[in-house]
């Protein structure tokens, strides 16, 4: 018992770096981040490779992975300048699938489809020493990432890229250029989603395309808007419902073992979309929002 | 040259597929003003509704009717209880609350239908041979169809009253709006029309290939791009985009291989977005 809940803690802690990252992005900044999956995919392969084939150390790995994914937005940035927002969502989309296509094909780096196992651990060993340990380690990126947050909420930076969301015509009027800002932004929430990424890689112990379906982006969406988008609180209390949630339906089957595992995935898929359209259309300021301006 | 004439045929029925569901696409930006991403799950409601049909009755006909009616009813079902809420909203909140409604119907389908692929039992023809090249009698049937679903929906827009309010809204809503035109009675009709035309998409995807509850989503990436392409809120572009996008990706695939045919349509995309952004047949003022 005490086992698992560490490590639901640990991959908690994983997917707060990508609802931190997509809060930056999207709640504070108002982009429409549809690939967000494909900055944690990049992190991730990054990390698994330069460990296994390239036997590095683990921390060249991840810093690495968020140096690539950080990279990879600055295209998708300079594209998203010149886009509206939701042309900026299609663009997104098709970058983490463009993302997914790359790494299944190349299989001489990737391993295609197969997938890259024996992904060394953060900390070796077993039991709950060393789990405490990764737990440790990712809760402290965790932390920096919160300060992070804060100081951006707080400083000139902060205004300046919440007023973009607000109203970008006004930010230009007074002889601002959002388009910096926004690739910044972007910048930002990518290195994050890098980060998670590799921590991901460096937990479950195995990469492969399938785990960087669309459908994560959106468990992250459904996160933020959950528990309130724009907000710290919002993106903690979402990112450990969507926990709560993505757990539950694991113990359900346990309950209800007339259900598939497949149609289980289904009713997943399901829950989500239902959430998704259940929070935009009744409480879209999330649960932790008092947040009623932004509609 | 043989084999670049079928590559070219192939290519104008998945451009068949692809334009129809950008003329979905399409239709509901220009008038409802957002991206629908359930344009894809709609399309697998029309594949699966056919699939169905067409065991009841063996006749493909008779399924391709109840495809698109099933298709009809979802796009109406997905407007009066979703979109029509979110009216007043941004399209960020439509868009978000469009991906929930796709996942929502995929998961319907999958947990009704199975993950397993079906297939349309059709009985075996021999192609024709033209010259060197065999041509398939469904593939002439499929096309034959899709243009007629296209001159219908051409009619509809362009020769009805209700058309005709279509476009008006489409082209000014305010000024629609003020002239008395009611936003009910055309987006009912919207979805209705939308709804019926990807699944039809779907259906022509679904005898071409293969049906499974995520056929329709990974048909999405394309679709939009040739909703991009051809210019967001212009009918004819969505169509010719598609073929474009279509005959692209499978004369391309020789060349680039058959993972990389779908990342095409998105690079397609993207250079049009940066160059072109009102697409090939879009309106001037048309913001990107």
Request: hydrophobic share 55%.
């Given at each position: 018992m005490e086992a698992y809940l560490i490590a639901i803690l640990i991959v908690t802690?994983?997917?707060?770096?990508?609802?931190?990252?997509?809060?930056?992005?999207y709640g504070l900044t108002g982009l429409i981040n549809f690939g967000h999956v494909g900055f944690f995919c990049i992190g991730a392969y990054a990390a698994a490779i330069l460990s296994t084939a390239g036997s590095m150390p683990i921390a060249v790995g991840l810093v690495a992975g968020m140096l690539l994914a950080g990279l990879a937005a600055i295209p998708i940035g300079l594209v998203a300048l010149r886009l509206r927002d939701d042309y900026?969502?299609?663009?997104?989309?098709?970058?983490?699938e463009t993302v997914r296509l790359v790494i299944t094909s190349e299989g001489w780096l990737t391993k295609g489809v197969q997938g890259i196992p024996g992904i060394p651990k953060l900390i070796d060993g077993v039991g709950t020493g060393p789990a405490l340990m990764i737990l440790a380690l990712v809760g402290f990126?965790?932390?920096?990432?919160?300060?992070?947050?804060?100081?951006?909420?707080?400083s000139p930076f902060?205004?300046?890229?919440?007023?973009?969301r607000d109203n970008e015509d006004a930010v230009k009027a007074l002889g601002k250029d959002p388009a910096r800002f926004k690739i910044q932004v972007l910048v930002l929430g990518a290195v994050l989603a890098g980060l998670s990424g590799g921590f991901y890689a460096h937990y479950i112990g195995y990469v492969s395309p399938d785990q960087f379906l669309p459908i994560v982006t959106f468990y992250?969406?459904?996160?933020?808007?959950?528990?309130?988008?724009?907000?710290?609180s919002g993106a903690l209390v979402g990112t450990l419902l969507l926990m709560g949630f993505l757990e539950g339906s694991r113990f359900l089957r346990d309950l209800l073992p007339f259900i598939s595992a497949v149609e289980m995935a289904s009713i997943r898929i399901g829950a989500v979309g239902l959430a998704l359209i259940l929070f935009t259309i009744?409480?879209?300021?999330?649960?932790?929002?008092?947040?009623?301006?932004?509609? | 040259m043989a084999f670049w004439i079928e590559l070219l045929i192939s290519g104008l029925v998945a451009g068949l597929v692809i334009g129809l569901s950008a003329l979905s696409i399409t239709l509901v930006f220009?008038?409802?003003?957002?991206?629908?991403?359930?344009?894809?799950?709609?399309m697998t409601v029309g594949a699966y509704g056919a699939l169905l049909g067409h065991r009841a009755t063996n006749s493909l006909l008779v399924g391709g009717l109840t495809g698109a009616i099933a298709g009809a009813i979802v796009g109406f079902l997905g407007y009066w209880f979703i979109f029509r809420k979110l009216a007043q909203r941004s399209n960020v909140a439509l868009l978000v609350a469009s991906i929930g409604l796709a996942f929502v119907l995929r998961a319907i389908l999958g947990v009704s239908f199975g993950h397993s692929q079906q297939v349309f039992q059709l009985p075996l023809v021999r192609p024709w041979r033209i010259g060197d090249v065999p041509v398939h009698p469904n593939d002439l049937v499929l096309a034959g169809a899709c243009a007629t679903i296209l001159a219908i929906v051409f009619a509809i827009l362009h020769l009805t009253p209700i058309g005709r309010r279509m476009r008006a809204v489409a082209d000014d809503p305010a000024l629609a709006r003020v002239s008395g035109i009611s936003p009910s009675s055309v987006m009912t009709v919207l979805w209705l029309l939308a709804g019926a035309v990807s699944a039809s998409a779907g259906i022509v995807a679904g005898i071409k290939t293969v049906v499974s509850p995520e056929m329709g989503w990974d048909l999405l990436l394309p679709a939009f791009a040739a909703a991009i392409v051809g210019g967001i809120g212009s009918p004819v572009g969505a169509v010719v985009a598609g073929l474009l996008i279509g005959v692209v990706q499978e004369m391309a695939t020789p060349l680039v291989g058959f993972t990389y045919k779908i990342a095409l349509s998105f690079l397609l995309m993207l250079v049009v977005l940066l160059v072109r952004p009102r697409g090939l047949f879009g309106k001037l003022e048309g913001a990107r």
């Open positions: 802690a994983i997917y707060v770096l990508l609802s931190l990252g997509l809060t930056l992005q900026f969502a299609i663009v997104t989309l098709g970058f983490s990126a965790n932390i920096l990432a919160v300060i992070a947050f804060l100081r951006i909420v707080k902060g205004r300046m890229i919440e007023a973009i992250v969406w459904m996160a933020i808007i959950m528990g309130g988008v724009g907000r710290i009744y409480r879209p300021q999330g649960l932790m929002g008092d947040y009623t301006r932004r509609k | 220009g008038i409802a003003r957002f991206p629908n991403a359930a344009t894809g799950d709609t």
